[in-house]
């Protein structure tokens, strides 16, 4: 969410080998990130990385400290997460974490809800939009999006004709 100190990039999936070796899978099957970091946090708990690979697996990584199996298992199914500040971006790239909580307008101004949250599928990520009881699903490309302002909380969007809604459960 914006604004968190920390952001979650993976999570560890499981042991690998006898040594206290983690394989942790990455949101971002392409991010190297675990290779360029000293330390990350698993299940809130700063562990320093010995040493971190790739593999056709995913990422596996040695931590300080868990030397065996039966360690390493522990950490089966724990959340993985940097510090939000080592992330580097460029010009005009922006967290998709960070537009979650975003309000959402048409190009005209006209309010048209929140980000709710991002839906990741292979051809593309998915703006989940609420307004309300309605539900909209964008998808996060130029065409539609024409701009974000992360410090002002805006998604500006140019929706296609005809997009598709549906009702929204509210769960108390």
Same mark, same amino acid.
């Given at each position: 969410m914006r604004g968190d100190p920390r952001l979650e990039i993976g999570g560890i999936a499981r042991a690998h080998g006898i040594k206290g070796e983690v394989v942790v899978h990455t949101h971002d099957p392409d991010s190297e990130i675990l290779g360029e970091l000293e330390s990350i946090y698993v299940g809130g708990v700063e562990k320093k990385i010995v *040493? +971190?690979?790739?593999?056709?697996k995913g990422w596996l990584v040695l931590f300080e400290g868990i030397t065996t199996r039966? *360690? +390493?298992e522990h950490?089966?199914?724990?959340?993985?997460?940097?510090d939000r500040e080592l992330l580097e971006l460029a010009d005009g790239e922006v967290l998709?974490?960070?537009l979650v909580g975003c309000k959402v307008v048409t190009i005209d101004g006209t309010p048209w809800g929140t980000v709710a949250g991002i839906e990741l599928s292979p051809a593309q990520e998915i703006l989940v939009i609420h307004d309300g009881e309605v539900e909209r699903m964008l998808p996060l490309v130029d065409q539609f999006v024409t701009n974000i302002d992360i410090a002002a909380g805006v998604v500006t969007v140019d929706p296609p004709e005809g997009l598709p809604e549906s009702k929204v459960t509210v769960r108390s």
């Open positions: *040493e +971190a690979r790739p593999s056709q039966t *360690e +390493a950490l089966r199914g724990q959340v993985v997460e940097v998709l974490d960070d």
